[in-house]
C-alpha cells in the first residue's frame, strides 16, 4: 500500500482555485514577433544556405522545378517561364483547302447536310424535293466512295454514310411511289454483306410489295425478314407474324391467318390482332371460334391507369393545379386514343358477330352484351343495346326498335339521352311531330350537351313552322359541337325561309369546306345563288355539283333553265338534252326540247317529243283537249299554257292526218 502511494502526486493546493493557468505558457521557439531582435536567427539567415542569390541569377523557388527553370540557365539571363523572351508564337499552319483530305472532309458534310434536307421535307409532306435531295445525296455519296479509296484504303470508308444514304433515297423512293426503284435500291443495300442487319429491310421490301398487291412476293419477303430477326426482339417479330397475317387475309388463305393471329394472341395478345382473328374465323363461318376470339379481345389488357390519378383527393391548391395540367397533356390524350380504339374494335367485332353466332342477331346481341358486362368495358353494354335497336330499324321492324330504345328511359342521361334522340328521329320519320318533339325534350333534358338531341329538337320546332326558335336549337347543338353538319346544314336551309341569303350563304359555304363532294351542300348554295339573282355564280356551282354526279337529271334540267334564262339557247339545249338523255320522261323538259326544234325549224324533231308527251300524260286529257278545239275553232290559245298549247295543237295536227 506503501509503495502504491509513492507514484501518486497530489496537486498543489494553491492551484485549486486557478482554473485558467498555464494557458499563456508557450515555447519561445515559435514567437515570431521578435525574430527581427534575435541575434542567433539573424546570423543563421546570414550563412551560406540562407543568403540570397546575386542578382541575375534564376533559381526554382521551391525544391522542385518550376516553369521556365532549367539547369543549362545562364548566370545573368532574366526569369522567363513562359519564354516570352522569344518573341511571338509561330502562325497557325493555313488550312489547305486544296488537299485531299480537306476535300473529302467538306463532301462528306454536304452528304449529310443533303440527306438530313431530305428528311425535313418528307416531314413537311413536300415528297418531291425530298427525293431530290435524296438524288443529290446518292450522287456525291459515290463521289466521296471515289476519292477515298483513291487517297485511303478500302477499310477507311464510311460504312454507315452509305447506308444512310441508301436507306434514306429507298424511302423517299417508297414514299413517291417509285416502287421499283425503292426495291432495287433496298436491294442494294440487303446484297451488300458489310452492312450489318440489312436483312430485316426485307420487311420495308415486303410492305411494298404489299401495296403492289404482290402477296406471294409480300409474304415470302415478310418471312424472310422473320428469320433475319433475333427471338429477344420479340414486339418487331410480334409486328412481322401481323403483317403476314393480313396479308393471309388478303388472299383468302384464312387458316393460314388463323395460325398467325392464334399465335399472337397466345404469345402477346393486342387490339388488332384480336379483331383480325375475329374476322378470320367469321369468313370461315366457325360460331363457336367467334365467340372465343370476342372474349380474348375483350381480355386484351389496355395499359392504361385508372381515372381516379385525375381526381383531386383533396383542396390542396397545387394539386389541383398539377392534375388540371396533366389532364390534357399528350399521355393522357394518348390514354384517350388507345381506349377509344379499343371500344370500336369491341364494338364493330359485335355487331359483326352478333347476327350469326346465335339463331337470330337479337340473341346475339344478348350474349355479346352479357360478356361486355363481365368486362372492363361496362359502359359499352348500353350502346351494344342501342345498336340492337338500330338494326331492328334497318330490318324495318319499327316496333320492336321503338321497344328496345324505351327500355333506356330510366338508365343514365348519356344512355336516355342517345335512346331518346333516336326515338325521336323515329317519331319524325312517322310524322308524329308530338312524339318526335316530347322525346327531343327528354333527350336535351337529359343530356343538355347532345347536339344530336338539339338537332332533333330543332326539326321538330322547324316542322312546326317556328324557323327562329328552330335556328337557336340548331346554333345551340353548333356551340356544343362545331362539326355537326346536320345542324349547320339545317340552319342553313332555316335561313332560306327566313329569307335571310347571306347568312344562309355562309352556312352552306361552311359545310362545304367540311364536305367538300357533297351533292346536296352544292345544290343548295347554287340554289341561294338563284335566289340572290346571281346566275353565273349559280351556274358555276351547279357545273360543280354535275361534276360529282354527272347523271343527276335536275342538276341539268336547272342548267338548262339557267342557260336559257340568259338567253343561251345553244347551252341550254345541251343541257336539256343531257337531262332528257338520263331521265326522259319530264314533261317540262320535254316540252322545251319540242319547243326549241319547233323555234329552229325542225318540226320533225319536234313531233317526237311531242309524241313521247302524249304517252306520259293522262290520254283522256288530250281528247277532252281535241273535243273542245273542234268544237270551238275560235279558242283562245293564251288560255293555255303556251309550250303546252303548242303540244296539243301538234297532237291535233297529228289526228287529223
Not at 395 to 409: V, Y
Amino acid at each position: 500500500m506503501v509503495q502504491m502511494m509513492q507514484n501518486v502526486h497530489l496537486a498543489p493546493e494553491t492551484d485549486e482555485d486557478d482554473l485558467y493557468s498555464g494557458y499563456n505558457d508557450y515555447n519561445p521557439t515559435y514567437d515570431t514577433e521578435e525574430l527581427e531582435n534575435d541575434t542567433a536567427f539573424q546570423q543563421a539567415v546570414r550563412t551560406n544556405h540562407g543568403r540570397r542569390p546575386p542578382d541575375g541569377v534564376t533559381r526554382p523557388m521551391t525544391a522542385v522545378r518550376a516553369a521556365g527553370f532549367t539547369k543549362a540557365a545562364l548566370r545573368g539571363s532574366a526569369f522567363d517561364p513562359l519564354g516570352q523572351s522569344r518573341g511571338p508564337a509561330p502562325p497557325l499552319e493555313v488550312k489547305n483547302e486544296d488537299s485531299p483530305e480537306e476535300k473529302i472532309r467538306q463532301l462528306e458534310k454536304k452528304v449529310n447536310e443533303l440527306v438530313e434536307e431530305s428528311c425535313i421535307a418528307n416531314t413537311c409532306g413536300d415528297l418531291k424535293l425530298a427525293l431530290e435531295k435524296a438524288k443529290d445525296a446518292g450522287r456525291k455519296e459515290r463521289v466521296l466512295v471515289r476519292q477515298r479509296e483513291q487517297v485511303t484504303t478500302p477499310e477507311n470508308i464510311n460504312l454507315d454514310l452509305t447506308y444512310s444514304v441508301l436507306f434514306n433515297l429507298a424511302s423517299q423512293y417508297s414514299a413517291n411511289e417509285m416502287y421499283a426503284e425503292a426495291l432495287n435500291t433496298y436491294q442494294v443495300i440487303v446484297k451488300n454483306k458489310m452492312f450489318i442487319n440489312a436483312g430485316r429491310l426485307k420487311v420495308n421490301m415486303g410492305n411494298i410489295y404489299l401495296k403492289q398487291r404482290n402477296y406471294s412476293k409480300a409474304i415470302k419477303f415478310y418471312r424472310m425478314a422473320l428469320d433475319q430477326i433475333p427471338s429477344v426482339h420479340k414486339e418487331m417479330r410480334i409486328k412481322i407474324m401481323q403483317n403476314i397475317g393480313v396479308t393471309f387475309i388478303k388472299t383468302g388463305q384464312y387458316s393460314d391467318a388463323i395460325n398467325s393471329f392464334e399465335h399472337i394472341m397466345s404469345m402477346a395478345p393486342n387490339l388488332k390482332a384480336g379483331f383480325n382473328l375475329i374476322l378470320s374465323y367469321f369468313a370461315v363461318g366457325d360460331r363457336e371460334k367467334m365467340k372465343k376470339a370476342f372474349q380474348k379481345l375483350i381480355a386484351v389488357p389496355l395499359e392504361i391507369d385508372e381515372d381516379d390519378k385525375y381526381i383531386s383527393p383533396s383542396d390542396d391548391p397545387h394539386t389541383n393545379l398539377v392534375i388540371e395540367a396533366i389532364k390534357n397533356d399528350h399521355l393522357r390524350q394518348m390514354e384517350r386514343e388507345r381506349k377509344a380504339m379499343a371500344e370500336k374494335y369491341i364494338m364493330t367485332a359485335a355487331k359483326l358477330i352478333a347476327p350469326v353466332i346465335e339463331t337470330s342477331f337479337a340473341v346475339g346481341y344478348d350474349w355479346c352484351v352479357e360478356v361486355v358486362k363481365a368486362s372492363q368495358y361496362v359502359e359499352l353494354a348500353n350502346d351494344l343495346e342501342i345498336n340492337k335497336a338500330i338494326t331492328y330499324l334497318r330490318q324495318k321492324d319499327f316496333n320492336q326498335a321503338i321497344e328496345t330504345l324505351k327500355m333506356f328511359e330510366k338508365k343514365d342521361s348519356r344512355v336516355k339521352s342517345a335512346a331518346a334522340t333516336n326515338l325521336s328521329f323515329l317519331y319524325y320519320l312517322e310524322n308524329d311531330f308530338a312524339q318526335a318533339s316530347s322525346y327531343a325534350d327528354l333527350a336535351v333534358n337529359s343530356d343538355r350537351y347532345n347536339p344530336s338531341a338539339l338537332t332533333n329538337k330543332g326539326n321538330t320546332v322547324f316542322a312546326n313552322g317556328d324557323y327562329e326558335k328552330a335556328a337557336e336549337f340548331y346554333k345551340e347543338a353548333l356551340r356544343n359541337d362545331s362539326s355537326c353538319t346536320e345542324a349547320l346544314y339545317n340552319i342553313g336551309l332555316t335561313y332560306k325561309k327566313l329569307n335571310r341569303l347571306d347568312e344562309a350563304l355562309d352556312c352552306f359555304l361552311k359545310l362545304h369546306a367540311i364536305l367538300r363532294n357533297s351533292a346536296q351542300v352544292l345544290y343548295q348554295i347554287a340554289n341561294v345563288y338563284e335566289l340572290m339573282e346571281d346566275p353565273n355564280q349559280a351556274i358555276e356551282w351547279l357545273m360543280q355539283l354535275i361534276s360529282v354526279v354527272p347523271t343527276d337529271s335536275r342538276a341539268l334540267s336547272k342548267l338548262g333553265e339557267l342557260y336559257d334564262s340568259e338567253g343561251d339557247k345553244s347551252q341550254a339545249f345541251q343541257y336539256y338534252y343531257e337531262s332528257y338523255r338520263y331521265f326522259p320522261s319530264n314533261i317540262e323538259v320535254i316540252e322545251w326540247l319540242g319547243a326549241y326544234y319547233i323555234d329552229t325549224q325542225f318540226c320533225e324533231k319536234a313531233i317526237q317529243y311531242f309524241e313521247r308527251a302524249a304517252l306520259i300524260q293522262s290520254p283522256q286529257s288530250f281528247y277532252f283537249i281535241l273535243q273542245f278545239t273542234r268544237n270551238s275553232p275560235n279558242i283562245s290559245l293564251s288560255l293555255l299554257p303556251y309550250k303546252f298549247a303548242f303540244t296539243c295543237i301538234l297532237i291535233c295536227l297529228l289526228l287529223i292526218k
